[in-house]
């Protein structure tokens, strides 16, 4: 055995190694989480397109408004207190940050006052308007004309420099043609020879060396035509030698360059002869000019340069700093663009020289009027990274309440952060206990808890690895802590639980450790792979955020089993009973068969049809409890503590209306008309505080509407549906796309884009899973069904029981997510129990105990290990309890309430009876005669008691 021992110990090493180098990442990963779940959302949706659009073409601002609800008591004057928020700003060492304005939210005061500045800067893009069109046909004009003259030169030059060395290179080859003709021919056949001749074999040489050639045949005639002045037809050989061919070819040559190109005088000035003959051609000499300094490769940049500067001294300074964008940009939509951003420079500089009404600068009586006696609103500009400081400064007065999305998540942030060390150490402190009440030893508790310590620590570890690749969802870290601590103090439990009953049986320590990895080990491997499989379905998701969640699941549930599979059992091998110290085998004492749940088998299987009737009524009016009060909210906000952002929230919404905003934006392709009859449309839904065309494009239109809810609002799901509702009616009337995008847009595709998703496909696919495992492993699918609709009957009644405790008693919404979080992880986990029980049961009917024996003694023996695990998981969850956020609050009484009900109601009552009334039947169809015994409903026997 000492090399079996010597093996042990090097996995366990091995797996130390790599579990304390994992885990020295761990604290890293709570610096990398994203908590904004439209970063995570799919990038082929609306949403996502359309931000990607208005990203490119509108562009979007690094800074945040930042709204702060002043209150105003009488212990300090209101001028001290909006002071204080001013002086908060200054201290800030930041850029662009600013207070906006000290006034009551859009009282008349800053309504008139934006008006005239609206109407001003209207006023001045209007008469700038036709000026802007001017200049953007002049300067586009001479581009055009430019770009033309340019090609034309620059082809022109190329042209001629190309003939003229390809017909001189020509007349050098006829030349040498024609001296080799002269000594072949002439000479060798005078006097029967003549220049006629010699010039008809030399052209006819050239030709069929060099192809045709007009230009030859002019130049060949040219030259022979000179000869035969000089010397005759038929000349003496002495006379033709004399004579100069090479230089009459050449003279030919120049003569006929001079009539193909009249004026190309010396034949090397090409550029001046295509200057001169463009300028004849009545072209412009400045643009001319331009074109040739600009070079044959068309420098854009240039041009627009020595454009910009032609015209720089007749164009508007208003106009000035737009020049390079109208020059030379053959797209008419660049006006819009530029009246559009000139509108806005105008508004900026007015708005810089003449700031808006301060409430301090007001007359007593008129800033009485706009005060509602008890608060008012500051507005400040900052740059979106700057949240926590202005954070910190602002929230150290009572009286002060900042709101914005980016503070309503910073706050979400600290919460959860914050929490989860207490959470963690409650939970770890928790399972403890319980293990060392349950198994009544130390070092079995004590070494699983550390093995399951290291596990989640690596698995945080791993999932930092992955979060520095890829986004990281916050809700990830927070659910495997549970999930690693629930599933894992169950296998360690059922695993030292068995060990213990075998070494009270009488079996040696090997024999003992045989039998639980023979009988108990397969069981935890099928529950770990119902659990794996099924939460681990979540990364099927097109949703990043919940991809996450799945991503952990899988993560923790591996090496969970890897710990409590291979790891625990190792340990048990070298230490064998040192893992029951220092009770020992008198660890009995913590009696293995409970009496009380004993009794409860023994009257669900006496009992069947009376305890499913009670259950099935119990279920229906949990069910139509739901189903009447249930109130689903997608907002956080709704299930924050009370912080200062949430309850400057709640004031904007009672005091300040106006402000509780966010921003949709519509994409069209296709017509303006379209666009601008979306745009009226749009303008007139109640909903719609105001709409612009942002962009006009060529073939597409960006609107942007400001809609009367804050970006977090369950409101935003209608208004995206009404929104809808108007661009299907103008997309069907012009036969053109429209595309939704923003708030609006992104609240419907997080919540009911997901919950299509999970409902219609996630939630079938971890059945099928769960189902599937199980059917192969207890070769029945009865048992399956039976056990997932058991599950479902315990998430109905928690889930009742938390929609009373949170709705009824406490006046809190139930998170849309609950149901999802409930559902998949008490169908994964809450396996746990039904299978140690039904695996206990068939070990039971194998060793021919009848249904009703073998199910009793199953819930006996396994009962203490089933509650205590149920303990542990119950712990695990409700640890979550201790969290400020309501969210995770909802998860540990649904979750908690759910594994209690399940293992001490459901498991010793509801699956007796069934399994009683099922017979037979409890193993179709693969069902056989060793599996079932033949007598069904007889009392326990003695026999049976005394086992």
């Known amino acids: 055995m000492e090399g079996r021992d010597t093996l042990s110990l090097l996995i366990i090493v091995a797996w130390l190694i790599v579990m304390i180098y994992l885990a020295h990442y761990a604290l890293r990963v709570f610096g990398v989480l994203t908590y904004d779940e439209t970063q995570l959302m799919p990038s082929n949706i609306e949403p996502i397109i359309v931000s990607n659009l208005v990203n490119k073409y509108i562009g979007t601002s690094n800074e945040t408004t930042l709204v702060v609800v002043v209150k105003l008591d009488g212990n300090e004057t209101v001028e001290s207190r909006l002071s204080y928020v001013n002086n908060a700003v200054n201290a800030i060492d930041a850029p662009s940050i600013s207070v906006m304005d000290l006034l009551t939210a859009y009282n008349s005061v800053y309504t008139i006052y934006n ?200 164009t508007p300074p208003l106009l000035l700093p737009y020049m390079y964008q109208l020059t030379c940009n053959n797209n008419p939509s660049i006006v819009y663009s530029v009246i559009y951003e000139l509108n806005r420079s105008v508004i900026n500089v007015l708005v810089q020289e003449h700031p808006p009404p301060s409430m301090l600068d007001l007359p007593d009586n008129i800033t009485q009027k706009f005060l509602n006696g008890t608060y008012t609103v500051a507005f400040i500009t900052l740059p979106s990274s700057y949240e926590d400081t202005i954070y910190d400064l602002l929230t150290r007065k009572d009286w002060t309440y900042p709101v914005s999305t980016d503070v309503i998540l910073y706050e979400l942030e600290r919460m959860v952060t914050s ?202 009016l949990a069910l139509t409890y739901l189903i009447l009060n249930i109130k689903i909210t997608t907002d956080p906000v709704q299930v924050m503590p009370n912080t200062p952002a949430k309850v400057g929230l709640s004031l904007l919404l009672n005091y300040f209306r106006d402000y509780d905003y966010s921003t949709a934006y519509l994409v069209v392709y ?40 804050q970006s977090l609002s369950d409101k935003l799901i209608p208004i995206y549906l009404g929104l809808r509702e108007v661009a299907n009616e103008v997309a069907r009337e012009y036969g053109v796309k429209v595309l939704i995008g923003g708030s609006p847009a992104d609240k419907y595709y997080f919540v009911l884009g997901f919950e299509r998703e999970y409902y219609g496909l996630i939630l079938y696919v971890m059945i099928a899973i769960n189902i599937a495992i199980l059917t ?118 649904a979750v908690a309430s759910s594994v209690i009900i399940d293992s001490f109601i459901v498991r010793p009552l509801l699956v007796p009876a069934i399994i009683v009334l099922l017979g037979k039947w409890n193993w179709w169809p693969f069902y056989s005669t060793t599996m079932i015994n033949a007598v069904k409903n007889e009392p326990l026997s003695p026999e049976s008691r005394q086992r």
């Not at 400045?286 to 015209?311: F, S």
């Not at 017509?671 to 505080?689: E, H, M």
Request: charged share 15%.
């Open 115 to 314: 008006e005239t500045i609206s109407r001003f800067a209207m006023n001045v893009i209007s008469n700038e308007t036709p000026g802007i069109w001017s200049l953007y046909w002049r300067l586009n004009n001479d581009c055009s004309t430019i770009l033309s003259l340019n090609r034309e030169y620059y082809s022109r030059v190329f042209n001629i420099t190309n003939n003229i060395e390809s017909d001189l290179n020509a007349t050098i080859n006829y030349g040498q043609i024609l001296y080799y003709e002269t000594e072949n021919y002439y000479l060798r056949n005078y006097p029967n020879a003549s220049l006629t001749e010699l010039f008809v074999l030399s052209t006819r040489k050239y030709m069929s060396e060099y192809g045709y050639s007009e230009y030859i045949n002019v130049l060949a005639n040219e030259t022979l035509n000179k000869l035969e002045v000089a010397v005759g037809n038929e000349p003496t050989p002495y006379a033709l030698a004399t004579e100069n061919i090479t230089g009459i070819l050449l003279t030919s040559y120049e003569e006929i360059l001079q009539e193909t190109y009249p004026g190309l005088n010396p034949v090397s000035n090409v550029t001046g002869y295509v200057y001169q003959s463009l300028i004849n051609s009545n072209a412009n000499a400045t643009l001319l000019r331009i074109a040739i300094l600009i070079g044959p490769n068309t420098n854009l940049n240039l041009l627009r340069l020595i454009l910009i500067q032609e015209y720089t001294n007749a």
């Open 419 to 620: 929490d989860v060390n207490i959470i963690d150490k409650t939970t770890s402190v928790l399972v403890f206990i319980t293990m060392i009440s349950m198994l009544g030893t130390l070092i079995g508790p004590v070494m699983s808890l550390i093995a399951l310590g290291l596990t989640y620590l690596a698995s945080l570890g791993l999932l930092y690895n992955w979060a520095i690749h890829f986004k990281l969802y916050y809700l990830t870290v927070y659910m495997i802590a549970p999930i690693i601590f629930g599933i894992g103090v169950d296998y360690s439990m059922l695993m030292l639980s068995r060990y213990l009953e075998e070494r009270i049986r009488g079996h040696g320590k090997n024999e003992a450790l045989r039998i639980v990895l023979s009988r108990v080990r397969p069981t935890i491997l099928v529950s770990a792979s119902v659990v794996g499989f099924g939460l681990g379905s979540f990364a099927i998701s097109r949703y990043g955020y919940i991809q996450d969640i799945g991503i952990g699941f899988i993560i923790a549930v591996s090496l969970t089993i890897t710990a409590t599979a291979i790891i625990l059992p190792e340990a048990m091998r070298l230490l064998g009973d040192g893992v029951l110290w220092p009770m020992g085998l008198r660890a009995k004492s913590v009696e293995l068969r409970t009496a009380f749940l004993s009794r409860m088998a023994r009257f669900a299987v006496d009992k069947p049809r009376t305890i499913v009737a009670i259950f099935l009524a119990i279920t229906a």
């Open 670 to 709: 296709g017509n303006k008309s379209a666009a601008l009859s979306l745009l009226n449309a749009i303008k007139g839904q109640d909903y719609v505080i105001n709409a612009a065309l942002s962009y006009n494009g060529s073939n597409m239109y960006i609107i942007t509407a400001t809609v009367n809810q």
């Open 776 to 893: 192969i492993y207890m070769r029945s699918i009865m048992i399956p069904l039976r056990l997932v609709a058991t599950v479902l009957m315990s998430i109905t009644w928690s889930l009742a029981l938390t929609i009373y405790v949170f709705q009824g008693l406490l006046g809190v919404m139930t998170y849309w997510l609950l149901p999802v979080i409930l559902i998949s992880l008490l169908l994964s986990v809450g396996t746990d129990y039904d299978l140690f029980i039904i695996s206990r049961f068939r070990e039971e009917i194998n060793n021919g105990l009848s249904d009703k024996d073998a199910i009793v003694k199953s819930i006996e023996v396994t009962g203490p290990v089933v509650t205590g695990a149920a303990l542990v998981l119950a712990m695990a969850f409700a640890s979550l309890a201790l969290s400020s956020i309501y969210i995770l609050k909802q998860v540990a009484l």
